[in-house]
C-alpha cells in the first residue's frame, strides 16, 4: 500500500513572454505587468504572519478570485495605463513547454525510487522475495538495475552485526571452555548445544507461525546461549568432579548420579525463565498499576518475538542438556572399549580316531 515513485511527473508549464517595445508604446509598465500576471497566478507577497499555536510562518498573498484566476485569464485582464486600459494579451504570449522535473543523482548514477509499505498482516520479507524472483525472470534494459534498500537494508545490516555477534561470543566462550576444563570434546559439546537449541527455536517459530524475526530472534538467540551454557557447565563439572571423587563406580553410575544432582537446577531455571517470558511469548501483557490484562498490546506484540525464541529454545536446550549431553559424555569411553576389544577365538575341535 501507499506506493509512490521519485519518478518526473509528466506535464507543461507555460513560460510568459513580454512585448517589451509594444509595451512602452501602449504605457504599461513592467512592475504593472508582473503584478498582474501575480494577481490571476500565485498572487502578490504582501508579508508573512506566525499564528500564535504554530511554529512556522503563513505567506499572506493578494490574488483574484477563484474564478478570474488561471491561464487563460491573459486574453481578458486588462490594466491601466496613460492611455486607458489596455488589454494585457495585446504586448503578452504564452507558450507551452515540457515540464522540467528534478532528477535524484547518487555518484553520478541517475535513481529513481520506489516506495511502498506492506498492508497488515503481509510481511515485507515475503513480497520482498516475490519481487526479487520477478525481477530475476524479466529481464530489465542494459544500464538499469535494482537495489532494495530501505526496511530490507537495514535488516542485512543487523544480520550481519548478529552474526559477528554471536560468532565473537562463541569464540570467546570455546576459549574460556578449552582453558576450564581443559578438554576439547567436553568444550565442543557445550558449544554444540547452543547451536542445536536453535532447532528448538524454529520449530517453536513454525509450530505457532510466527515470523523469523533478525533482531528480535537473533538476539533471542545470543541471549539464550549464556543460559544454555551455564546449564551445561555446571552438568559436566559435576561429572568430572564425581568421576575424581568415585572412581570406584562405573561410567553409567557417574552419569546417573550427575543427572541427579542437576535436575533441580536445571529444571528450576528453565521453569522460572520459561514461566516469566511465557506471558509475553502468548503476546499478553499485565499493568500491575491498572489492574488490567491486555491481549495483543503494543507492548506485548513488540517483545514476542524475543520472548518466544527463550522459550522455544530454553524447553529445546533442557531435553539436550539432561538427556544428550549426559549421552555424549559416555561416547568416548564406549569407543575406547570397542576399539580395544579383541575378538576371542574359538578352540576347533579335533577329530578322534575310533578304534
Same mark, same amino acid.
Request: charged share 15%.
Given at each position: 500500500?501507499?506506493?509512490?515513485d521519485?519518478?518526473?511527473?509528466?506535464?507543461?508549464?507555460?513560460?510568459?513572454?513580454?512585448?517589451?517595445?509594444q509595451a512602452?508604446?501602449?504605457g504599461?509598465?513592467?512592475a504593472?505587468?508582473g503584478?498582474?500576471?501575480?494577481?490571476?497566478?500565485?498572487?502578490?507577497?504582501?508579508g508573512d504572519?506566525?499564528?500564535?499555536?504554530?511554529?512556522?510562518e503563513?505567506?499572506?498573498r493578494?490574488?483574484?478570485?477563484i474564478?478570474?484566476?488561471?491561464?487563460n485569464?491573459?486574453?481578458?485582464?486588462?490594466?491601466?495605463?496613460?492611455?486607458?486600459?489596455?488589454p494585457?494579451?495585446?504586448?503578452v504570449?504564452r507558450?507551452a513547454?515540457?515540464?522540467?522535473?528534478s532528477?535524484?543523482?547518487?555518484?553520478?548514477?541517475?535513481?529513481?525510487?520506489?516506495?511502498?509499505?506492506p498492508?497488515?498482516?503481509?510481511?515485507?520479507?515475503?513480497?520482498?522475495?516475490?519481487?526479487?524472483?520477478?525481477m530475476?525472470?524479466v529481464?530489465l534494459?542494459?544500464?538499469?538495475?535494482?537495489?532494495?534498500?530501505?526496511?530490507?537494508?537495514?535488516?542485512?545490516?543487523?544480520?550481519a552485526?548478529?552474526?559477528?555477534? %554471536?560468532? @565473537? +561470543?562463541? /569464540?570467546?566462550?570455546?576459549i #574460556?571452555? *578449552? &582453558?576450564?576444563?581443559?578438554?576439547y570434546?567436553?568444550?565442543? =559439546?557445550?558449544?554444540?548445544?547452543?547451536?542445536?537449541?536453535?532447532?528448538?527455536?524454529?520449530?517453536?517459530?513454525l509450530?505457532?507461525g510466527?515470523?523469523?524475526?533478525?533482531?528480535?530472534?537473533?538476539i533471542?538467540?545470543?541471549?539464550?546461549?549464556?543460559?544454555?551454557?551455564n546449564?551445561?557447565?555446571v552438568l559436566?563439572?559435576?561429572?568430572?568432579h564425581?568421576?575424581?571423587?568415585?572412581?570406584?563406580?562405573?561410567l553409567?553410575?557417574?552419569?546417573?548420579h550427575?543427572g541427579?544432582?542437576?535436575?533441580?537446577?536445571?529444571?528450576?531455571?528453565?521453569?522460572?525463565?520459561?514461566?516469566?517470558?511465557?506471558?509475553?511469548?502468548?503476546?499478553?501483557?499485565?499493568?500491575?498499576?491498572?489492574a488490567?490484562?491486555?491481549f495483543?498490546?503494543?507492548?506485548?506484540?513488540?517483545?514476542?518475538?524475543?520472548?518466544?525464541t527463550i522459550? %522455544?529454545? @530454553? +524447553?529445546? /536446550?533442557t531435553?539436550?542438556? #539432561?538427556? *544428550? &549431553?549426559?549421552?555424549?559424555?559416555?561416547?568416548?569411553?564406549? =569407543?575406547?572399549?570397542?576399539?580395544?576389544?579383541?575378538?576371542?577365538?574359538?578352540?576347533?575341535?579335533?577329530?578322534?580316531l575310533?578304534s
Amino acid at each position: 500500500i501507499d506506493i509512490d515513485d521519485t519518478a518526473p511527473i509528466p506535464g507543461i508549464e507555460w513560460e510568459i513572454k513580454v512585448d517589451r517595445a509594444q509595451a512602452a508604446m501602449l504605457g504599461a509598465s513592467m512592475a504593472e505587468i508582473g503584478t498582474a500576471i501575480q494577481l490571476m497566478t500565485n498572487g502578490v507577497f504582501m508579508g508573512d504572519y506566525r499564528p500564535n499555536d504554530s511554529e512556522e510562518e503563513v505567506d499572506i498573498r493578494v490574488r483574484y478570485p477563484i474564478e478570474y484566476r488561471g491561464i487563460n485569464q491573459l486574453d481578458t485582464i486588462r490594466i491601466s495605463t496613460v492611455n486607458g486600459p489596455v488589454p494585457i494579451s495585446s504586448f503578452v504570449t504564452r507558450e507551452a513547454k515540457p515540464k522540467v522535473g528534478s532528477i535524484q543523482r547518487v555518484n553520478g548514477a541517475r535513481v529513481v525510487l520506489v516506495r511502498a509499505n506492506p498492508a497488515p498482516g503481509i510481511i515485507a520479507d515475503n513480497k520482498l522475495q516475490e519481487l526479487a524472483q520477478y525481477m530475476a525472470d524479466v529481464p530489465l534494459v542494459n544500464g538499469v538495475y535494482y537495489q532494495f534498500r530501505g526496511a530490507n537494508e537495514e535488516q542485512e545490516q543487523s544480520a550481519a552485526f548478529l552474526m559477528q555477534a %554471536f560468532a @565473537l +561470543s562463541m /569464540a570467546l566462550m570455546a576459549i #574460556l571452555l *578449552v &582453558t576450564q576444563f581443559n578438554s576439547y570434546y567436553q568444550s565442543l =559439546l557445550i558449544l554444540s548445544a547452543v547451536l542445536l537449541s536453535t532447532t528448538g527455536v524454529l520449530l517453536g517459530l513454525l509450530i505457532t507461525g510466527q515470523p523469523f524475526s533478525v533482531m528480535l530472534t537473533g538476539i533471542g538467540i545470543v541471549a539464550l546461549a549464556g543460559i544454555i551454557v551455564n546449564n551445561n557447565i555446571v552438568l559436566i563439572d559435576t561429572f568430572n568432579h564425581l568421576r575424581k571423587r568415585h572412581k570406584e563406580w562405573s561410567l553409567e553410575e557417574i552419569i546417573v548420579h550427575t543427572g541427579v544432582q542437576r535436575l533441580r537446577p536445571v529444571f528450576l531455571t528453565t521453569f522460572t525463565t520459561g514461566f516469566g517470558l511465557l506471558p509475553l511469548a502468548m503476546n499478553i501483557s499485565f499493568d500491575l498499576f491498572g489492574a488490567e490484562i491486555e491481549f495483543g498490546g503494543p507492548i506485548a506484540s513488540q517483545w514476542q518475538g524475543l520472548a518466544s525464541t527463550i522459550v %522455544f529454545g @530454553l +524447553s529445546f /536446550a533442557t531435553i539436550l542438556t #539432561l538427556i *544428550v &549431553t549426559p549421552s555424549m559424555l559416555a561416547l568416548p569411553a564406549r =569407543l575406547r572399549t570397542m576399539i580395544r576389544r579383541t575378538p576371542q577365538s574359538i578352540p576347533r575341535a579335533q577329530p578322534s580316531l575310533s578304534s
